[in-house]
Nanobody, 120 residues
């Protein structure tokens, strides 16, 4: 079984910054894609950014120039650096990982989510 654990959420003022982290653990052979998604109150979950082992796949237009996804392959960890935060960035942020395990083949796992609140 693969587990993803997020950290780094919290309350921040508009214009501020936060850095989210997500560490994957378990019998992991490889992780092909890791990503961040978010879900605001009353809205559907949406993609924020995704990354392969060495290349950013995509970033939502609403966060380009402000958010940067990165990854430490040796630690099976993905990060999301969020700058110039806006109130509309308030949401629960979820980490996702897709890859292979040594036990059950492929996996597609989600973290429990971390709340980011942007408010003065």
């Amino acid at each position: 079984q693969v587990q993803l654990v997020e950290s780094g959420g919290g309350l921040v003022q508009p214009g501020g910054s936060l850095r989210l982290s997500c560490a994957a653990s378990g019998r992991i052979l490889s992780i092909s894609v890791m990503g961040w998604y978010r879900q605001a109150p009353g809205k559907q979950r949406e993609l924020v950014a995704t990354i392969t082992g060495g290349r950013i796949i995509n970033t939502a237009d609403s966060v380009k120039e402000r958010f940067t996804i990165s990854r430490d392959n040796a630690k099976n960890t993905v990060y999301l650096q969020m700058n110039s935060l806006k109130p509309e960035d308030t949401a629960v942020y979820y980490c996702n990982g897709v890859g292979r395990t040594s036990v059950s083949g492929t996996f597609n796992a989600w973290g429990q989510g971390t709340l980011v609140t942007v408010s003065s």
